[in-house]
C-alpha cells in the first residue's frame, strides 16, 4: 500500500478535513447495515493521516497532541467508528516512541509511513480486574510463542500488525507487533455492539503464534516511570466522544432549522422560535465549546509533558487529558439525549439513524469509568496527590 507522507499540522488539519467530508457519507447507512467500512479505511489511510505521530526523525509529521486531538475529533465527527479504529495504532506508536530500541522505530515507523494499520489485541474477558493478563509470552529459540485470547479488539480486524500484550516467563507485560497473517492467529468479527458499529471491536484468538524477538517491545516499563502513554490513549478517548458531540450537536441544528414543529406547547410555527429550544442549544453550545477548549488544553499539556516526561509534567498532562476526558463524556451523551428532546420521534426513524450519536456515545464513554477521573481530579487538586500512571487515568 502506498500512502501520502504528511509533513506539517497544518497538512494534517487541512487533510483530515477533506478526508472527513468524504467519510461522512453513508455513514448513517454504514452504521445502520453494520457495512464494515474497508474502502474508507484505505482513503483513511492512504491520506497519510495514520502516519502523523511517526516523529520527524523517522521520516513523519511528529504532530502536536493538540493537533493529533483534533484530527480524532473531526474523523468521529464524520464517522464515530471510524474515528475510533486508529485509537489504538496511534497508542501503540506512542508506545514505540518512549520504549522500542531505535532498530525497531526505524522498520515499524516505516510500515506505518507506507500505509500499515496496527491494531490491538489488549483487553481480556473474564479476568479479576481490567488490568489483568493472562495471555503467555513464551520463549521458542530465538522467539517467542504466544497462547491467549483477546476481546474488545478494535481495529484488529482491519490491520495488517496487532499489538498484543503478553506476560512474559518471568511476570512482565510486554507489547508483541504480531503480523496479522501469522499462523495460528484468528481474528472474529464478533462485536456485537448497540453503538460503534463498526470498529471490529471483537476476539483475537492466539494459538501458538511465532513471533519474533525483534518485534517484542517492552510493554509494562512505560507504566514504572513517567511517560506519556497513558495520557495519550486517553486524549484519543476524549476527541473520539468530543467529535460524536460535535456531530450530534451539528445534526440537532440541521433538524431544526429544516423542519417546523407545530406540536411546539407555545404554538409558533417553528421551534427554531421557541424559548425553550433556544435555551436547549444555548446550554449544549456552552457545553460542547467547552469540551472543545479544554481537549486543546489537554494536548498543549501532553506536548509539555512529551517534551519534558518529568512526574510532574506528565502528572499535570494526565489530570488534563482526565478533564477533557471527564466533559467529553458528558457532552457526548447530552448532545444524543438532546437531539432526541428537540426532535422528537423523528430521530428514532430508520431513515434518519439520528439515534446513532446517542448509541456511539453510550458505547465509547464505557471505555473506562469516567467517575474515576473526577476522583484523580480532585485528589490532586484538593491534596495534591499525583494520579496513577496507567491507561484509564
Same mark, same amino acid.
Given at each position: 500500500?502506498?500512502?501520502?507522507?504528511?509533513?506539517?499540522?497544518?497538512?494534517?488539519?487541512?487533510?483530515?478535513?477533506?478526508?472527513?467530508?468524504?467519510?461522512?457519507?453513508?455513514?448513517?447507512? /454504514?452504521?445502520?447495515?453494520? +457495512?464494515?467500512? &474497508?474502502?474508507? %479505511?484505505?482513503? $483513511?489511510?492512504?491520506?497519510?493521516?495514520?502516519?502523523?505521530? !511517526?516523529?520527524?526523525?523517522?521520516?513523519?509529521?511528529?504532530?502536536?497532541?493538540?493537533?493529533?486531538?483534533q484530527v480524532i475529533a473531526r474523523i468521529a465527527q464524520a464517522d464515530a467508528s471510524l474515528g475510533q479504529i486508529p485509537q489504538n495504532h496511534f497508542y501503540a506508536l506512542e508506545v514505540l516512541r518512549v520504549n522500542a530500541s531505535?532498530?525497531?522505530?526505524?522498520?515499524? #515507523?516505516?510500515?506505518? %509511513?507506507?500505509?500499515?494499520?496496527?491494531?490491538?489485541?489488549?483487553?481480556?474477558?473474564?479476568?479479576?480486574?481490567? &488490568?489483568?493478563?493472562?495471555?503467555?509470552?513464551?520463549?521458542?529459540?530465538?522467539? #517467542?510463542?504466544?497462547?491467549?485470547?483477546?476481546? #474488545?479488539?478494535?481495529?484488529?480486524? #482491519?490491520?495488517?500488525?496487532?499489538?498484543?500484550?503478553?506476560?512474559?516467563?518471568?511476570?512482565?507485560?510486554?507489547?508483541?507487533? @504480531?503480523?496479522?497473517?501469522?499462523?495460528?492467529?484468528?481474528?472474529?468479527?464478533?462485536?456485537?455492539? $448497540?453503538?460503534?458499529?463498526?470498529?471490529?471491536?471483537?476476539?483475537?484468538? $492466539?494459538?501458538?503464534?511465532?513471533?519474533?524477538?525483534?518485534?517484542?517491545?517492552? $510493554?509494562?516499563?512505560?507504566?514504572?516511570?513517567?511517560?506519556? @502513554?497513558?495520557?495519550?490513549?486517553?486524549?484519543?478517548?476524549?476527541?473520539?466522544?468530543?467529535?460524536?458531540? +460535535?456531530?450530534?450537536?451539528?445534526?440537532?441544528?440541521h433538524f431544526v432549522r429544516t423542519r417546523s414543529r407545530p406540536w411546539v406547547d407555545s404554538g409558533l410555527d417553528k421551534a427554531s422560535e421557541d424559548p425553550l429550544t433556544l435555551k436547549s442549544f444555548g446550554h449544549l453550545s456552552i457545553r460542547l465549546h467547552a469540551a472543545e477548549a479544554l481537549l486543546e488544553r489537554a494536548g498543549? *499539556?501532553?506536548?509539555?509533558?512529551?517534551?519534558?516526561?518529568?512526574?510532574?509534567?506528565?502528572?499535570?498532562?494526565?489530570?488534563? @487529558?482526565?478533564?477533557?476526558?471527564?466533559?467529553?463524556?458528558?457532552?457526548?451523551?447530552?448532545?444524543?439525549?438532546?437531539?432526541?428532546?428537540?426532535?422528537?420521534?423523528?430521530?428514532?426513524?430508520?431513515? =434518519?439513524?439520528?439515534?446513532? =450519536?446517542?448509541?456511539?456515545?453510550? !458505547?465509547?464513554?464505557?471505555?473506562?469509568?469516567? +467517575?474515576?477521573?473526577? =476522583?484523580?481530579?480532585?485528589? *490532586?487538586?484538593?491534596?495534591?496527590?499525583?494520579?496513577?500512571? /496507567?491507561?484509564?487515568?
Amino acid at each position: 500500500m502506498n500512502a501520502s507522507v504528511i509533513t506539517s499540522d497544518a497538512q494534517a488539519l487541512a487533510v483530515a478535513e477533506h478526508i472527513a467530508q468524504q467519510l461522512r457519507r453513508d455513514s448513517a447507512l /454504514r452504521d445502520r447495515e453494520r +457495512r464494515l467500512p &474497508h474502502a474508507e %479505511l484505505e482513503l $483513511f489511510t492512504r491520506s497519510g493521516l495514520w502516519a502523523i505521530s !511517526v516523529p520527524k526523525a523517522f521520516g513523519g509529521a511528529g504532530v502536536s497532541n493538540v493537533t493529533l486531538a483534533q484530527v480524532i475529533a473531526r474523523i468521529a465527527q464524520a464517522d464515530a467508528s471510524l474515528g475510533q479504529i486508529p485509537q489504538n495504532h496511534f497508542y501503540a506508536l506512542e508506545v514505540l516512541r518512549v520504549n522500542a530500541s531505535p532498530e525497531q522505530q526505524q522498520r515499524l #515507523y516505516a510500515e506505518v %509511513l507506507s500505509g500499515r494499520r496496527f491494531g490491538n489485541a489488549l483487553a481480556e474477558l473474564g479476568t479479576k480486574t481490567s &488490568h489483568d493478563r493472562t495471555t503467555r509470552l513464551s520463549r521458542d529459540g530465538a522467539g #517467542y510463542r504466544i497462547n491467549g485470547r483477546k476481546f #474488545y479488539s478494535t481495529g484488529a480486524l #482491519y490491520a495488517q500488525r496487532i499489538p498484543t500484550s503478553v506476560i512474559d516467563d518471568d511476570g512482565i507485560q510486554q507489547l508483541a507487533f @504480531v503480523p496479522a497473517d501469522s499462523q495460528g492467529l484468528q481474528v472474529i468479527d464478533d462485536w456485537s455492539g $448497540f453503538g460503534q458499529r463498526t470498529t471490529g471491536s471483537g476476539s483475537v484468538v $492466539f494459538d501458538n503464534v511465532y513471533v519474533t524477538a525483534d518485534d517484542v517491545v517492552p $510493554f509494562q516499563s512505560a507504566f514504572e516511570r513517567p511517560t506519556t @502513554v497513558g495520557p495519550l490513549a486517553q486524549i484519543l478517548h476524549a476527541a473520539i466522544d468530543t467529535g460524536i458531540a +460535535r456531530a450530534a450537536y451539528e445534526d440537532a441544528l440541521h433538524f431544526v432549522r429544516t423542519r417546523s414543529r407545530p406540536w411546539v406547547d407555545s404554538g409558533l410555527d417553528k421551534a427554531s422560535e421557541d424559548p425553550l429550544t433556544l435555551k436547549s442549544f444555548g446550554h449544549l453550545s456552552i457545553r460542547l465549546h467547552a469540551a472543545e477548549a479544554l481537549l486543546e488544553r489537554a494536548g498543549e *499539556y501532553l506536548d509539555r509533558a512529551r517534551d519534558d516526561s518529568t512526574a510532574d509534567n506528565v502528572a499535570a498532562a494526565s489530570i488534563a @487529558v482526565a478533564e477533557a476526558r471527564a466533559i467529553s463524556t458528558e457532552i457526548s451523551l447530552a448532545a444524543g439525549t438532546t437531539l432526541f428532546e428537540l426532535a422528537g420521534s423523528q430521530a428514532t426513524l430508520a431513515e =434518519h439513524n439520528l439515534d446513532r =450519536h446517542w448509541r456511539n456515545a453510550r !458505547v465509547h464513554t464505557l471505555h473506562d469509568p469516567v +467517575r474515576w477521573k473526577y =476522583h484523580a481530579i480532585g485528589n *490532586y487538586y484538593l491534596n495534591e496527590v499525583n494520579p496513577p500512571r /496507567r491507561g484509564t487515568i
